[in-house]
């Protein structure tokens, strides 16, 4: 796993707790003032969960309603994967430069959690991904108690010690 991706995964890609809301129907958006205002609430509530700061939680969220707007000035209709996908590239924009620590809070850690398993070979017997994760998460987040930076000039140390730490946890839990 690559943690500039995972970073900005953890930093916007928790979008989906909204899509699955919408149940199985298109995400269905014509603009409007009440529309707008509902959008930026939604960006702002996800940026919130993810733990970021009031001045930040503000700066991104109108930054992505900006560009999704100016993206899709007509509206749109599209599927919910598809507007995860969208969610996905303005968050990149939005973040684009800007250096946030993201916070370990509890759906941050699931959403590791879950994408760390993910990536692990999918013939382990579960019980073992589970240790392995449980082993990881605790060893990344002791190395790195106030959340994971995406600062440019640290990323590279955070994915060596992501890629190290997940080595020691599949030595560990044979």
């Known amino acids: 796993m690559k943690i500039k991706s995972l970073v900005i995964s953890i930093s916007f890609v928790l979008f989906s707790p909204f899509l ?57 209709r599209t599927s919910k994967e598809k507007f995860a996908e969208i969610n996905s590239g303005l968050a990149k924009v939005c973040l684009s430069g800007k250096v946030l620590i993201v916070p370990w809070n509890d759906s941050n850690k699931a959403y590791v959690r879950k994408r760390f398993i993910e990536e692990l070979p999918s013939d382990m017997p579960e019980e073992k991904k589970q240790q392995i994760a449980t082993c990881f998460l605790t060893k990344y987040i002791a190395k790195y108690p106030n959340g994971v930076s995406t600062d440019q000039s640290v990323i590279a140390a955070q994915k060596a010690d992501f890629k190290a730490i997940e080595l020691i946890c599949a030595k560990e839990i044979k």
């Not at 199985?24 to 930026?40: C, G, H, R």
């Not at 009031?54 to 969220?61: F, K, L, M």
């Open 20 to 76: 699955q809301k919408i149940a199985a129907q298109d995400v269905v958006i014509e603009w409007s003032p009440k529309m707008d205002e509902f959008v930026l609430g939604y960006y702002k509530m996800m940026a919130n969960q993810i733990g970021l700061k009031n001045t930040e939680v503000n700066t991104i969220s109108n930054c992505m309603l900006t560009q999704l707007k100016a993206k899709f000035p007509k509206g749109l």
